[in-house]
C-alpha cells in the first residue's frame, strides 16, 4: 500500500491551503488515516486523524478550530483531505500523511506514510 501527498506550498500568514493524501494498494487494512507535520529540529507532531469507517475525527489542540480532516467517500474513502486555515508561520513543517490498522497513538508503530509536502508560511 502507498500513500502520496500533494498540495504543499507557500502561503503569506492568514491564508489557506488544502492537503491531499491519496491511498493505493490494500488500502483495506487502512483502518485510520491521518496527518503529521515535522518543522526543523522538531519533532513530528499529529495533527489529525479520521476513521475511514466512520468519518470520526481527533484533532491535536494546536490546530482544532483551524485545521478540517476530511475524506472523500466517492473514492472508496481512498483519500483524504486536509484543509488548513489561517495558517500562521509557526505552522511552517513539512506534512505527512499517514494510515494504520488501528490507532495514530503510537508515531513509531504507524503502518504508512506518504513522502511529505512542504508548507510554508510567510509572515
Known amino acids: 500500500a502507498q500513500l502520496q501527498a500533494s498540495g504543499g506550498g507557500l502561503v503569506q500568514a492568514g491564508g489557506s491551503l488544502r492537503l491531499s493524501c491519496a491511498a493505493s494498494g490494500r488500502t483495506n487494512s487502512m483502518y485510520v488515516m491521518g496527518w503529521f507535520r515535522q518543522a526543523p529540529g522538531k519533532e513530528r507532531e499529529f495533527l489529525a486523524s479520521i476513521k475511514r469507517d466512520g468519518g470520526s475525527t481527533a484533532y491535536a489542540d494546536s490546530v482544532k478550530g483551524r485545521f478540517t480532516i476530511s475524506i472523500d467517500n466517492a473514492n472508496a474513502k481512498n483519500t483524504v483531505y486536509l484543509q488548513m486555515n489561517s495558517l500562521k508561520p509557526g505552522d511552517t513543517a513539512v506534512y505527512y500523511c499517514?494510515?494504520?490498522?488501528?490507532?495514530?497513538?503510537?508515531?513509531?508503530?504507524?503502518?504508512?506514510w506518504g513522502q511529505g509536502t512542504q508548507v510554508t508560511v510567510s509572515s
Open positions: 499517514a494510515a494504520d490498522r488501528l490507532s495514530m497513538r503510537r508515531i513509531t508503530a504507524i503502518d504508512y
